[in-house]
Every structure is written in structure tokens, then in C-alpha cells.
């Protein structure tokens, strides 16, 4: 079984036109929402063998909150310039890539590429709100199986969702 995780960051601020986009902080709302997220996670009994991030401020910062509520140390998340600027087939070819000695990872990401991959994978889910996680179960052995094969499995849970 692979279970794959897919976290669009939480809520960024828009208030300073002049900062870089990949510079973006998040906003009070999303630095609350991102820890909120990750306890109800481990309250699942989640234990991500890998986080992997963007490298934008906005989902790095909601890896890490998230990291440290799982037990996962911040400083082990790998980022990959591919989860900044992306689209769902390079987000596949990124999962394709992981060692199918991996059982549980989580991407840190962006929309539209996150929305994109998710409704790709499981037509249950249409669109990603921030710091939404999707969690796809695939009856698998193999990463290269995610994209051609259906989720036994798939939660959608977002901050305003209880």
C-alpha cells in the first residue's frame, strides 16, 4: 500500500505587491491553520516517510508546522523547485521517482498543479482549498503505479471542514 499526501499550503498574504512571489509569508490565519491541520493528521496516526516541499516560503513554512505536529524533522524535508512552478504531469513524474521503499509521502504544494493532481487521481475531489490535505491510499507496490491506478482510498480535509 502507498499513500500519497497532498497539502496545498495554507492561506499566504498578498500585502506587499513589491515582494517576490516565492517570498510570500503566510498570513495569521495560515499560520494557525497549518499546526491545526497536522494534529488532526496525527491524531490519524500519520507517519510521513517523506515530506517534500516547495521551496516558496508559503509551503515551506506549512511543511514545517505540519512536520513538527508528526513528529517529522523540519530539517529532513526536501524541497524540489519542481512543486513551486508545476503542472500535475511533472507532479506525477516527481511520484513516480520515489523509492518504493516508501510508504507514506507528502507533497507540499501549489494550486492549480495540486487541484489538478488531485482531480486527476480521484474525480471525488474538484478543488483544494488552502491548507487542504488530500490523502490517496493505492493498493500498490510501486510509485509508478500512482496516476494509472485508481485509490482504494481518498479523504479530503481542510481547515473549515469541521
Known amino acids: 500500500m502507498k499513500t500519497l499526501f497532498l497539502v496545498r499550503h495554507a492561506k499566504a498574504s498578498k500585502d506587499d505587491p513589491e515582494l517576490p512571489d516565492q517570498d510570500r509569508p503566510l498570513t495569521e490565519r495560515g499560520e494557525n491553520d497549518a499546526p491545526k491541520m497536522g494534529k488532526r493528521l496525527a ?14 516560503k508559503r509551503a515551506l513554512v ?11 524533522k523540519p530539517k529532513d524535508i526536501m524541497t524540489n523547485n519542481e512543486l513551486y512552478v508545476s503542472e500535475a504531469d511533472n507532479l506525477l513524474d516527481i511520484i513516480h521517482g520515489f523509492d518504493d521503499k516508501l510508504e507514506d509521502v507528502m507533497l507540499v504544494g501549489h494550486n492549480p498543479a495540486l487541484d489538478e493532481l488531485a482531480h486527476r487521481l480521484s474525480s471525488k475531489i474538484d478543488h483544494l482549498p488552502t491548507c487542504a490535505v488530500v490523502r490517496l491510499s493505492f493498493d500498490t507496490q510501486s510509485w509508478s503505479a500512482v496516476g494509472t491506478t485508481k485509490p482504494a482510498k481518498v479523504q479530503l480535509d481542510y481547515p473549515k471542514s469541521a
Open 43 to 56: 491524531k490519524r496516526g500519520v507517519k510521513p516517510d517523506l515530506i517534500v516541499s516547495s521551496p516558496a
Open 62 to 72: 506549512t511543511a514545517e508546522a505540519i512536520a513538527r505536529t508528526l513528529d517529522y
